[in-house]
């Protein structure tokens, strides 16, 4: 047992078991839904066919629609046989949107592969046309045809086949098919990866080896977390500890990876006290674990902790993506309740409104969460393979399709890195918690509406007046930097909002670099009047480096003088028997 390798550390016990009912009828429904998943891609069946059959039935019954839609695509047929015949020039029909890297190659630009890109664009575009705009298809409805068909396209892309990739025929011809034997020689790596069910990426950057190694101990564990005090890089620090909360769909390192790209050091080396929540990773036993419980034996036991380790300060609170929503509902009840214990508080990458969260609400509706449910039900987990298989969704080309290219057709590695290493180090979710997770928040929206109970009352974020410090990143997938921008609406406090380039990981892992995207940012005072946020990306002030600089700053100026770093470990604990950062947490898989 963890108390009896661990010494003075005090031990919450386990949560409370629900019982599970006994075998019900539907339970062989759930039977059927759980071994229909693997092959429909954890994707409801009949949510489907319910949006197909929305938007199919609406497009019968428009028949001028659909005229216009057939002239349409003889007209592109017409222009595509054109520009066969009479050449023009390079994407005079259609050209890829900007962020669509598929055919940005020189190669392209020559017939007939500029010819193929282009007609298969037009396709892209008319089916686009097609299932969108459709008068009287719900809104969710339309959005899952739409995304379910351009991922069935996306398959079929030229770029995606020897033949029709100019770029891959020319290192054919140059390396006179050695790619080709490359390409076949990685996918048998991957398949027997695959198999044996380990990741060639975490040999290359071992946990508490190459990440995840600032200096530090863990002070606090419980069935649930353990708790990292990272030690002082400075004689003196501030007075006010920073708490972070990670999200516990991946593990917390992710803001402490190789020393260069290190949040947590990063903090340390400014004279910060860092203390980080390592969730564990949850098993088939775990299932009956809780939301709540998360909050109670995650972020409040922490925030005990830390306040026991540095008394009578305030605590800088910060959390990301899941572990920032998990923290704005304990921050919510806290203040409800008077508790003045969070000096700031920081969300990165993370959600309170979810009515526009993405393309990642396409799989949640009552079908798909039921559905997703039943297969959770057998498991007692949602598997750590089916949810990085959805963010692969939102991503295709990206993580799916140009990496096969990649791989297979040019025989080329990417270099791994420590980021692609986290990333491969998946968790799982237990069954009750996710549940919950996606009926409150994403399904019903609970905690924007103020339905959302903490110890049996409701809880509103309008009864935040903490500081707080937010960030969105511009092409986040996974928290849209508008949905982050909702905070606005919710909080009744001073925001100051940070919109920073790349996505959800990258875009937080920023170091200060000559690299670095630069960032825009903006503060609304707690009695400030509203800015939306179209005309808040006009209106705030452009700064080139890292946002990690900015928020530093801020920090700073809600912290007092410097003072001697605090003990290390609650009072009576002997530092030099205390484990260890990383801890055990972080390294189960």
Request: proline share 7%; glycine share 6%.
């Amino acid at each position: 047992m963890l108390q009896t390798q661990i010494h003075a550390l005090p031990v919450e016990p386990h949560p409370a078991q629900l019982p599970r009912k006994h075998a019900a009828p539907n339970d062989i429904d759930r039977e059927l839904h759980a071994t229909l998943a693997p092959l429909t891609g954890g994707l409801s069946p009949t949510a489907l066919s319910l949006a197909y059959a929305d938007w199919l039935a609406h497009l019968f019954w428009a028949p001028v629609r659909r005229l216009d839609l057939a002239h349409d695509a003889l007209q592109r047929a017409s222009q595509l046989a054109e520009a066969a015949v009479h050449p023009g020039p390079p994407w005079a029909l259609i050209a890829p949107q900007p962020q669509d890297r598929r055919f940005s190659g020189p190669e392209w630009l020559q017939p007939p592969f500029n010819l193929m890109a282009q007609g298969f664009l037009l396709t892209e575009e008319w089916w686009h046309d097609a299932t969108t705009g459709i008068r009287g298809v719900s809104r969710q409805n339309e959005k899952i045809v739409e995304f379910s068909i351009r991922q069935m396209l996306d398959v079929f892309a030229p770029s995606n086949f020897a033949g029709t990739n100019p770029e891959v025929i020319r290192h054919t011809l140059d390396s006179e098919g050695g790619n080709l034997a490359a390409g076949l020689r990685n996918w048998w790596e991957d398949l027997l990866q695959s198999m044996s069910h380990e990741t060639e990426l975490k040999h290359d950057f071992e946990v508490g080896r190459d990440v995840a190694v600032t200096p530090g101990k863990v002070v606090y564990s419980n069935d649930l977390i353990e708790l990292i005090q990272y030690a002082p890089a400075t004689a003196e620090v501030r007075p006010e500890p920073i708490l972070i909360v990670p999200a516990w769909i991946m593990k917390y390192y992710i803001l402490d990876l190789s020393p260069h790209n290190s949040l947590v050091k990063y903090l340390t080396d400014q004279g910060f006290t860092v203390f980080m929540i390592s969730w564990r990773n949850p098993t088939a036993k775990d299932r009956d674990i809780a939301l709540e419980d998360y909050r109670r034996l995650g972020v409040m036991a922490a925030i005990e902790t830390v306040g026991a380790i540095v008394p009578d300060r305030p605590i800088h609170a910060v959390g990301y993506c899941l572990g920032g929503t998990l923290l704005s509902i304990a921050a919510a009840a806290m203040s409800r309740d008077g508790d003045a214990r969070l000096k700031s508080i920081t969300l990165f990458a993370a959600q309170t409104d979810f009515t526009e969260a993405g393309e990642l609400t396409l799989f949640i509706n009552e079908s798909q969460v039921a559905f997703l449910e039943d297969v959770m039900w057998k498991h007692g987990v949602l598997d750590a393979k089916q949810m990085a298989g959805a963010f692969q969704m939102l991503r295709s080309n990206d993580l799916v399709w140009s990496r096969m290219v990649r791989d297979y057709l040019m025989g080329e590695r990417s270099e791994s890195n420590d980021l692609m290493a986290w990333n491969a180090d998946a968790t799982r979710m237990p069954y009750r918690m996710h549940s919950e997770y996606l009926r409150k928040l994403f399904l019903d929206d609970d905690l924007a509406e103020g339905r959302y109970t903490v110890e049996g009352k409701a809880i509103a974020l309008s009864d935040i007046h903490t500081p707080m410090f937010v960030v969105g990143t511009l092409r986040d997938h996974v928290a849209p930097w508008r949905s982050a921008f909702k905070i606005h609406l919710l909080a009744d406090a001073e925001i100051t909002f940070c919109l920073t380039g790349g996505g959800h990981n990258a875009g937080i892992v920023s170091p200060p670099s000559p690299k670095a995207r630069g960032y825009q940012v903006m503060t609304k005072e707690a009695d400030g009047p509203y800015v939306g946020p179209d005309d808040w990306i006009k209106q705030a002030p452009h700064a080139e480096g890292s946002w990690w600089t900015e928020w530093v700053q801020w920090l700073g100026a809600r912290s007092g003088e410097l003072v001697p770093p605090p003990r290390t470990g609650l009072p009576g604990a002997n530092p030099d028997e205390l484990p260890d950062a990383p801890g055990r947490y972080v390294l189960q898989a």
